[in-house]
């Protein structure tokens, strides 16, 4: 569902976090809802989210629960900002969960903390779509169920672009000249999200570069990335970048309260901007970078894991097939009722009538044809040390070729640890 919430943190960097964060705190479960209404015989399963943002989330999650007839299931819905740390403190108590939401993160799979739903998934694997089994792939083995696909965009106001007389842009050098042209008194050119972080993937994959090799070696440092570094340090010292919004990147309020003319933002948050500007929303993805380069967007999302260290790990995996294999019904609404989101059951996001027009059937299609997904190699260790590089080039003016090859140097020692 959103990466966005109440609280002004980047809820998806921050939920990438890896394992060994929790191994400093010793923080207890906490926050506990009972998805069921009692009587239901057999085991008892637990299953933690995350507190989703948009209205209905908590309620719809009990319901699906409380159907299900053979264990009784309580959810535990986390809220705050640091849902990451109280998930990964809970899994070394006695208190872990049965089952919980992430994303694929190969030291789960490495420390035996996840299990392996292979067999669950493969009847049906063919209807899913198949980057997200690879996303979720491990010698051969499947771990973790996607439970919806979000694909990440920019917004923009057709009536300001028609107002500056200028055209969707499709490389970076002309979004950053269109950011200046749609900067006024009032208005900014264009929102990135508080910490510059949220794109840095895109950036990457629009340069016509990877995070790493299908053989897991660094392949970001490429002189395209460098110039798009550069590129991005212009528009952040041009006045035209809006800087400390009220909220994250996320949560679509700077582009609907018209603090700025474009936005960094998801698929989730169409519904809101729909209702608050009406049809003066449109959607491109990230532009170009370079020759070499391809707009891209970047396809986030969450999964549900099993505990393989459970006391109910084969009850946890049938709860997990009736509800995010079997059930399907529930599938679509928990994916286009509460913001929007495509079902990565490919029978599903044919079907889901709410995705077939508009503006969410453009989302679907720029999806489509412009989408990358996680790669499970890539950690957050990897993924911190390349907000390094966004700091200290973008932000620092630090030489961008130098913040790549550092930034390598620290992916490559993380790599040798994970696959030696």
């Known amino acids: 569902m959103s990466a966005f919430s109440k609280s002004n943190?980047?809820?998806?960097?921050?939920?990438?976090a890896a394992m060994g964060l929790a191994a400093a705190g010793g923080l207890a479960a906490c926050?506990?809802?009972?998805?069921?209404?009692?009587?239901?015989?057999?085991?008892?399963?637990?299953?933690?989210?995350?507190?989703y943002g948009e209205a209905g989330v908590e309620q719809a999650v009990k319901r699906y629960a409380k159907a299900y007839k053979d264990a009784n299931v309580t959810t535990q819905w986390i809220t705050g900002s640091n849902f990451e740390q109280k998930l990964f403190a809970a899994l070394l108590t006695d208190n872990a969960p049965d089952v919980f939401e992430f994303h694929p993160q190969i030291q789960l799979i490495k420390s035996g903390q996840v299990a392996d739903l292979t067999d669950i998934i493969e009847p049906v694997k063919d209807d899913f779509n198949q980057a997200d089994i690879k996303s979720h792939t491990v010698d051969g083995k499947i771990y973790g169920v996607r439970m919806i696909d979000d694909p990440q965009f920019f917004y923009y106001r057709p009536s300001l672009f028609e107002k500056a007389k200028i055209e969707v842009p499709t490389t970076l050098e002309e979004l950053v000249e269109a950011?200046?042209?749609?900067?006024?008194?009032?208005?900014?050119?264009?929102?990135?999200g508080n910490n510059l972080t949220a794109f840095q993937h895109n950036l990457i994959w629009s340069a016509g570069a990877d995070t790493?090799?299908?053989?897991?070696?660094?392949?970001?440092?490429?002189?395209?990335?460098a110039e798009g570094l550069k590129q991005l340090r212009s528009l952040f010292t041009s006045g035209n970048l809006l800087l400390d919004a009220p909220a994250d990147w996320w949560d679509p309020s700077a582009f609907t309260q018209g603090l700025t003319a474009i936005q960094w933002c998801g698929m989730w948050a169409m519904p809101v901007m729909q209702q608050a500007l009406g049809d003066d929303i449109g959607i491109f993805p990230f532009?170009?970078?370079?020759?070499?380069?391809?707009?891209?967007?970047?396809n986030g999302g969450w999964s549900m894991f099993v505990n393989a260290k459970g006391k109910n790990v084969e009850a946890a995996k049938e709860y997990v097939k009736w509800l995010w294999i079997d059930q399907e019904e529930y599938q679509e609404d928990f994916a286009t009722s509460y913001g929007f989101h495509i079902p990565p059951r490919?029978?599903?996001?044919?079907?889901?009538?709410?995705?077939k027009t508009g503006l969410p059937a453009e989302g679907v299609k720029l999806f489509n044809e412009f989408g990358h997904f996680d790669n499970i190699g890539w950690t957050q260790a990897m993924i911190a040390a390349f907000n390094d590089v966004m700091a200290n080039a973008v932000r620092k003016d630090g030489d961008p070729k130098a913040q790549l090859a550092a930034c390598e140097k620290k992916v490559d020692a993380e790599l040798k640890k994970l696959f030696g």
């Open 9 to 16: 943190w980047d809820r998806r960097s921050v939920l990438r």
């Open 31 to 51: 926050g506990s809802n009972n998805g069921r209404g009692g009587g239901a015989s057999g085991n008892s399963l637990v299953q933690y989210f995350h507190a």
């Open 179 to 192: 950011a200046d042209k749609l900067t006024t008194n009032k208005v900014k050119g264009v929102y990135l």
């Open 212 to 225: 790493l090799t299908a053989d897991n070696k660094p392949a970001f440092n490429t002189d395209g990335v």
């Open 287 to 298: 532009p170009k970078v370079g020759s070499a380069g391809k707009e891209s967007v970047y």
């Open 346 to 355: 490919t029978s599903l996001a044919e079907s889901a009538s709410k995705l």
